[in-house]
């Protein structure tokens, strides 16, 4: 009979269900920042390093599980975050405090864990995100110390016009014009609450644009469409002839990567 019961596939799944009864999977949230200069983004890849990665790879090795961890969102290689989250699910009972010190002890210098929490079941990462704002960052005069976060450029921008055309973004829901060329979505649809050109100093500003969603790229490629305008290049009838276009070839260039953050995430 001992031997029936050992190999026994569904006498094992029962016991599998008595275990997740008496310790049922419970959800939680992992708050963290990161550098994103030598990941290829935030999404798992087959051929470079990903900031998910490391993550999965750190609560693993701590809980002693194989865990899957589903973000916010999906930052390009190269592409920093302030604030950024994510959910995992796990029936293992561990002490919240003591784990976020173990994932720092563990992680590399570049990712850093501010805390863990748990939270309903229901919540998600991504889908229950209500917005989320990005900074590019840029400035006119050359600063070693700006050089791997903001971008040093060297024409004179016209900043009053440049935040009259931040503000008719607010205007449109469709920004096909900023997604890049064959990203499977399946709407190009974003709503954008707040576009704006912030200076925090005299050659130094940064484009600060929050919104319920983002397409790939689409930060970016606003961003140089807006330094089009900046530099008198195009108008705001033609920037406008750009959103409605929707043709990602009429928008500007795509800016570099390591300006641009993730500045934080709200549920």
């Not at 990903?50 to 865990?67: C, G, H, K, P, Y």
């Not at 990567?257 to 995430?265: I, S």
Request: with cysteine.
């Amino acid at each position: 009979m001992a031997e029936k019961l050992k190999y026994n596939p569904v006498f094992f799944s029962f016991i599998r269900i008595f275990e997740l009864i008496l310790h049922p999977e419970m959800r939680y949230f992992v708050w963290f920042s990161y550098d994103g200069t030598a990941y290829h983004g935030w999404q798992l890849q087959p051929n470079g390093n990903t900031v998910q990665a490391e993550l999965q790879r750190a609560l693993s090795l701590l809980l002693r599980e194989d865990i899957s961890v589903t973000g916010a969102g999906r930052t390009d290689a190269g592409v920093h975050a302030r604030q950024m989250a994510a959910h995992f699910d796990t029936e293992v009972v561990f002490d919240a405090d003591l784990l976020t010190k173990k994932l720092n002890g563990v992680l590399p210098d570049d990712i850093s864990v501010s805390r863990v929490e748990q939270v309903s079941d229901d919540l998600h990462a991504r889908f229950s995100a209500v917005a989320r704002t990005y900074h590019y960052y840029i400035h006119t005069r050359k600063n070693p110390f700006l050089r791997h976060y903001s971008l040093e450029l060297h024409y004179v921008l016209d900043f009053p016009l440049m935040n009259e055309a931040a503000h008719i973004l607010m205007e449109y829901e469709d920004f096909g014009a900023f997604c890049k060329a064959g990203s499977d979505v399946k709407t190009t649809i974003c709503h954008v609450t707040r576009a704006a050109w912030v200076q925090t100093a005299d050659d130094a500003w940064y484009f600060e644009i929050t919104a319920n969603r983002f397409l790939r790229n689409m930060v970016r490629a606003v961003v140089g469409t807006l330094i089009e305008v900046g530099r008198h290049r195009m108008t705001l009838d033609e920037f406008r002839e750009v959103i409605e276009g929707g043709r990602r070839t009429q928008a500007g260039e795509s800016m570099p990567a390591l300006a641009l953050c993730l500045e934080g995430v709200r549920y």
